[in-house]
């Protein structure tokens, strides 16, 4: 039997999941873990796919282990549980693949050259991204390495979205809108179609609210529109990330305030969004149970601004027929599910209260105009999918 491993790894956490294959190839979920904190005191933990833990363990000095030393702690493991199940390919999220790659791309020295002329662009992710790559090639050389981009699944929207009111150049440049969350977004147009195919053929918003968030207008599937743009930074207010603001603040902050342009970067990235409003945490959940105004300031404000986004979307796509809640805050926090619903009422979204409440798949009324689902995002299986396709076509 054979195996894929998806990864991705982040700037504090890398997720993993283990895929066996059956003899039509389909990946069956084995086991998946995430280790945390890296940088501060990393934890990590693993689950089998019925969500049994396989394996905790701490280390609490552990603030100097970078990630290649965990991802080689990692690979010991997996290699453990996967017995005498060989794994033939890692497949990786990878966030940005600019104007060049559009698709899933086995990894070679010139593919990851050409990545990290993207680090810039994403600079809370793509290096992390990229540094996992060099490690596994590190400790497995021979073994296949797929990158699979967050931004291909926007690649084929239309040219009006894509398009920043700058002067040509610089679009030429590659200064463009591109999309991301896309492993996510393709995964939830999959699932949509084995749900409900009518729905999924219409005009879907699907709403990634996690630490990073995003949203998303489909239409039969395909990306035409989403909320972040040039980088992940654009868009919706996230966890640590401010979102969408007057690029005039930029100016201020480093004209006026004397920032420097890395200040501005930390600035934006990391110290604003539901951290730097509330003053408290980055961390929705955090948020709730803590029940101060500044909390209460931020979650309104977060909810106000995904609603005020997603009327941006449904003018994009002229109407629409489903919206579907995913990621950590998504899937899990009906407050937040009633509030932006509540305040896309004139669009016809009309929640049920007591499916809501119970995170249920349909959490529409009968009669609503909109339908309202709720559907588990899985990253992981998206890369794992892709890896075996890029493989199966190019073998090597
Ligand atoms: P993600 O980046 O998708 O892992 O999502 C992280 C966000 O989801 C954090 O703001 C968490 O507080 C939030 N979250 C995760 N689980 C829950 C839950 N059960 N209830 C409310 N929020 C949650």
Not at 298 to 320: K, N
């Amino acid at each position: 039997m054979k195996a894929i491993i998806s990864l991705n790894s982040g700037s504090s956490s890398i997720k993993f999941a283990l895929f066996t294959l059956d003899g039509a190839n389909n990946p069956a979920l084995s086991a998946g873990g995430k280790v945390e904190r890296i940088g501060i005191a990393p934890s990590l933990r693993v689950r089998s796919a019925d969500g049994d833990i396989l394996l905790e363990r701490v280390w609490p000095d552990g603030a100097s282990l970078t990630h290649a030393e965990l991802l080689k702690d990692i690979s010991a493991w997996a290699a453990e549980h996967l017995g005498d199940r060989e794994v033939i390919a890692i497949g990786h999220r990878v966030v940005h693949g600019g104007t060049e790659f559009a698709a899933p791309r086995l990894v070679d020295d010139a593919v990851l050259d050409a990545l990290e002329k993207l680090n810039p662009l994403a600079p809370l992710h793509q290096p992390h991204n990229l540094a996992a790559i060099r490690a596994i090639a590190q400790l497995r050389p021979k073994l296949l390495q797929v990158a699979c981009f967050d931004t291909a699944f926007h690649h084929d929207k239309p040219a009006v979205a894509a398009r920043l009111p700058l002067p040509r150049a610089f679009h030429e440049q590659g200064v463009r809108r591109y999309g991301f969350h896309g492993l996510s977004y393709e995964y939830i147009a999959r699932r949509l179609s084995e749900i409900d195919p009518v729905l999924a053929a219409g005009r879907v918003i699907a709403a990634h609210l996690g630490n990073g968030a995003s949203l998303c207008a489909m239409h039969a599937g395909k990306s035409i529109d989403s909320t972040m743009g040039f980088t992940a930074l654009d868009g919706l207010m996230m966890g640590t990330r401010c979102g969408a603001i007057d690029p005039g603040v930029v100016l201020h902050l480093q004209t006026q305030l004397g920032m420097s342009p890395a200040d501005i970067e930390d600035l934006l990235y990391r110290k604003s969004g539901l951290l730097g409003v509330s003053g408290i945490s980055s961390d929705m959940r955090t948020l709730s149970a803590s029940g101060g105004p500044e909390a209460e300031e931020a979650i309104e404000l977060f909810c106000w601004r995904a609603a005020r986004e997603a009327g941006g979307l449904i003018a994009s796509l002229s109407g629409l027929d489903a919206f579907v809640f995913t990621a950590g805050i998504g899937e899990n926090h009906a407050d937040v599910r009633h509030r932006i619903c509540g305040r896309l009422a004139w669009a016809g979204l009309r929640i049920d209260e007591a499916t809501n409440r119970d995170s249920a798949l349909r959490i529409s009324t009968p009669d609503s105009p909109v339908a309202i689902l709720v559907i588990p995002t899985d990253e992981e299986r998206m890369i794992a999918l892709h890896t075996l396709q890029v493989i199966r076509k190019d073998p090597s």
